[in-house]
């Protein structure tokens, strides 16, 4: 098949999942990535690629999200996705070029909204559709920001034909064609044996480093007595007890194994790598309400704790490894690769897909050629039910006795 992949741009973690499946998927289809923002960027060099907006956080001097300048920021997008503009038909011109069949989407809206005007069948692959597409599993304090976040996410993505979620932690389905698999384990990861042995630093990471680092964060890993190896900054170099590292797939993951615990913001993707090699979180998510609800997870699920990314301070990370070998013992159980399953999964929906495209479009054929065939078989039994009938009447012979064929 002709398949569009769809990737939300925002962060990499998209792209890390969709990593983990495009080899295979590009051995046995035909496709094209679309993508904008960091994923582009992590993509493009790797796969056919098709650059498109993406809707993005602003972020404050204080470092957290800016409400204000986040909408001012995407009013342009949003206006694209809704009323049409030139991304929209950029997409739709693109699909209709390259003879898309399939779209499958990593929360990517511009694709999502491109299939539904054009018909053509969408599979969802993300982790966010947990919150929209999974019974509601919100804590008390989150419940309502999560209700209103699933209906807009469902508003503006719809339901697909078939969905399929990668999650650290296991949900239940709220809709028939929903499949719940554990996160995305790359070959990179699996690679590299989990350490029985707990090292000696902290692994930290932000998604948005030149925004969310700030100076109380630099201070209070400054006053640790032990190394941090910090991810995720526009900083180089040794400094104290820091060492700011440049991106690196293969270093990031060799630190991942090697470190005694994780400071990071809440991504699925890395949460669901950390738990793989056995290392404690603690989360300092964005206030998007997914990364709220996935470091309330980690809580509850014992493996690490959350934390206040715009308060953060050295007791904090003192009363975090305080509980390391409780969390370290609960990690065992809840470590899955769900890479397999997902793979296995997409065969079946992609088949599926397939399959009731071929009965609609023999349908459609049977449909275009029955109202003719049936007109010449009615000829002489209408004509002689005709006579003495008025028009209105016979009209109403002809859909009376055309309809079951059809």
């Known amino acids: 098949m002709r398949i569009a992949y769809g990737v939300m741009g925002y962060g990499r973690g998209h792209a890390m999942r969709t990593s983990a499946v495009l080899p295979e998927l590009m051995a046995e289809h ?23 907006p993406t809707i993005g956080y602003v972020y404050n001097a204080r470092g957290g999200h800016s409400t204000a300048q986040t909408v001012r920021r995407n ?35 511009w694709t999502h909204r491109a299939a539904r005007r054009l018909n053509i069948p ?22 309502l920001l999560g209700r ?4 807009g996410y469902r508003a503006l993505m719809g339901v697909p034909e078939r969905i399929l979620i990668a999650s650290f932690y296991p949900a239940e389905p709220a809709y028939p064609g929903v499949q719940v698999v554990g996160p995305m384990l790359r070959d990179e990861v699996l690679a590299v044996p989990p350490r029985a042995q707990a090292g000696d630093f902290l692994l930290v990471y932000f ?19 032990f190394p941090v190896v910090v991810y995720g900054t526009p900083f180089r170099g040794q400094v104290e007890n820091l060492d700011f590292r440049a991106p690196s797939n293969a270093g990031f993951i060799r630190d991942l194994a090697d470190c005694k615990a994780v400071l990071s913001t809440a991504g699925n993707q890395l949460i669901g790598e950390a738990i793989h090699f056995g290392k404690p979180i603690l989360a300092l998510p964005e206030e998007a309400f997914e990364q709220r609800l996935n470091a309330y997870m980690i809580e509850r699920m014992g493996v690490g704790m959350r934390g206040d990314r715009l308060q953060l301070n050295p007791s904090d990370i003192d009363r975090f490894l305080g509980n390391f070998d409780w969390y370290r013992g609960n990690m065992r159980e809840h470590a899955r690769d769900g890479r397999a399953e997902a793979r296995d999964t997409l065969r079946r929906f992609i088949e599926e897909i397939r399959h009731e495209q071929a009965i609609r479009s023999t349908a459609a054929a049977v449909r275009k050629r029955a109202p003719a065939a049936a007109r010449v078989a009615d000829l002489p039994a209408a004509a002689s039910a005709s006579r003495g009938k008025p028009a209105a009447k016979l009209r109403r012979t002809r859909r009376r006795e055309v309809a079951p064929i059809a």
């Open 30 to 52: 035909e496709v094209t990535v679309f993508a904008g923002g960091d994923a582009y960027e992590v993509l493009a060099p790797l796969y056919p690629t098709v650059r498109i």
């Open 122 to 143: 969408r599979i969802s692959f993300d982790h966010v559709g947990i919150i929209a597409y999974c019974k509601p599993h919100f804590p008390p304090e989150l419940y």
């Open 148 to 151: 209103r976040d699933a209906i």
């Open 207 to 225: 998604n948005k480093g030149e925004h969310q680092y700030r100076e109380h964060i630099d201070r209070a890993l400054r006053l640790l007595d």
């Open 75 to 109: 009013i342009a997008p949003m206006s694209d996705l809704l009323f049409g503009g030139d991304a929209t038909a950029l997409v739709e011109r693109e699909f209709k070029s390259r003879g898309i069949d399939l779209v499958i989407s990593d929360s990517e809206a």
